[in-house]
């Protein structure tokens, strides 16, 4: 057959940090002791209550198809939450609900961009912004904040990048993979270039219960009425409540990007899963204890991982401030030898502590810095010590 497959869909990257959860699993089926530093979600259970929610809403029948942008019950809790922790005024119908984060940002793209439009990502990225951005017939463009500014970029870095084809910035705060936070000065001054320059704004907020030391989350719609209409808020209840399977998402925007999303969304999914959406309707109006339980237990392991890592060689990382994640600068490592060859990427790195030190780790190249890797600390803390030890153990043979 000589037929040809859609060349913007073989253009999707697939994902680097499959391969090496691929090689762990295939290790750990092999009987061996791995490590995972990889995991991009909670290791704890659902909360109960939100699990009894969903077992009443299969008894009640409610198994059947709901308004495609999902059941008012929900938006209005979703309004609610808006309100009180982002203080964001949204009304039901600013409000879709989706099958995940993941498919809200899908849907953004969707709705915002015309082919050849750029949209502005901050590096480092989440993986999937850019693979996104182009199945939208997007063009991404990248921006660098480095480790001097905390891996966040300023409002100049953003301005200087904007062209008459700018139609978006994308603002991930909590940060994957960093663990920064924006303040809310530099969030200021974001919006002034983005009001100023007429763009809107995606905010990925998927980490936002996530915050430690008492830091505050901020959302950049609720600064001012001006950049609220430009903004499209995304969350949902994967990360705060571990809730990653059940796969619920939410945006809060402009009527209008909110009625296009939705169409878009009825002819490619319908509602997201009925049963699902009343289990969030219990997550978000429910007993908040197991949030911060949660939060707590993150905190520990990461104070954990911070003081280990500043007492080894070579490597060094700034102290996460929110999400689950420690992004590891390995600019020191990489002119190192390992028996006799240069380690010279971070990818290269992360093949060495697999198949000798029985360790996952995620190299940075897709997140756009291929001199880190991301651990993740959503594994329990005997698992943390354990992995900090072999790695320990690796850098402690490492040759000039
Ligand atoms: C996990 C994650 C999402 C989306 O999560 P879903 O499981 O699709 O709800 C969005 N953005 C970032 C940065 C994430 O890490």
Redo the contacts with the bound molecule.
């Keep these: 057959m000589s037929l040809e497959l859609s060349r913007k869909a073989l253009a999707v990257k697939p994902s680097s940090t499959l391969a090496i959860t691929a090689k762990a699993k295939e290790l750990r089926q092999a009987g061996i002791d791995v490590v995972g530093f990889g995991a991009?979600e909670p290791d704890f259970d659902t909360p109960e209550n939100v699990c009894d929610a969903a077992i009443q809403a299969i008894h009640d029948g409610f198994t059947k198809y709901t308004p495609a942008s999902g059941i008012m019950e929900l938006k209005e809790a979703v309004a609610g939450k808006f309100a009180s922790f982002n203080k964001i005024h949204y009304d039901p119908d600013q409000i879709v609900i989706s099958n995940?984060?993941?498919?809200s940002?899908t849907n953004i793209c969707m709705a915002l961009l015309n082919p050849g439009d750029e949209v502005i990502i901050p590096a480092p990225y989440?993986l999937s912004y850019p693979e996104m951005v182009k199945l939208a017939d997007g063009i991404p463009v990248f921006v660098r904040g480095e480790k001097e500014q905390g891996y966040k970029v300023n409002a100049a870095q953003i301005e200087s990048a904007i062209t008459p084809k700018t139609k978006a910035l994308i603002l991930?705060t909590p940060s994957?993979p960093t663990g920064m936070i924006y303040s809310r000065e530099e969030l200021e001054a974001i919006a002034d270039v983005a009001v100023r320059n007429d763009i809107y704004v995606i905010a990925?907020e998927?980490y936002e219960y996530l915050v430690y030391d008492g830091l505050e989350h901020v959302s950049i719609a609720s600064l001012n009425e001006e950049i609220y209409k430009r903004t499209i808020t995304c969350s949902?209840l994967?990360?705060g409540y571990s809730m990653?399977g059940w796969r619920i998402?939410y945006t809060g925007s402009a009527k209008e990007i909110a009625k296009v999303m939705g169409s878009v969304q009825s002819h490619a999914t319908s509602n997201p899963n009925s049963i699902a959406q009343k289990a969030a309707v219990e997550a978000i109006t429910g007993p908040q204890d197991t949030v911060s339980a949660m939060l707590n237990e993150f905190d520990a392991r990461r104070r954990y991982m911070c003081r280990r890592i500043k007492e080894m060689p070579y490597i060094s990382a700034l102290e996460p401030k929110g999400a689950f994640y420690m992004f590891v600068d390995l600019s020191g490592v990489l002119e190192k030898k390992y028996k006799g060859e240069q380690i010279g990427s971070a990818a290269r790195f992360a093949d060495i502590l697999i198949n000798n030190y029985q360790v996952a780790a995620v190299p940075c190249a897709d997140f756009g810095f291929d001199d880190h890797i991301r651990l993740s600390y959503a594994i329990s803390i005997e698992q943390i010590e354990k992995g900090l030890d072999r790695i320990e153990e690796m850098l402690k043979k490492l040759e000039s």
């Design positions: 991009g995940g984060g993941k498919h940002l989440w991930n994957n990925d998927m949902g994967a990360k990653t998402g």
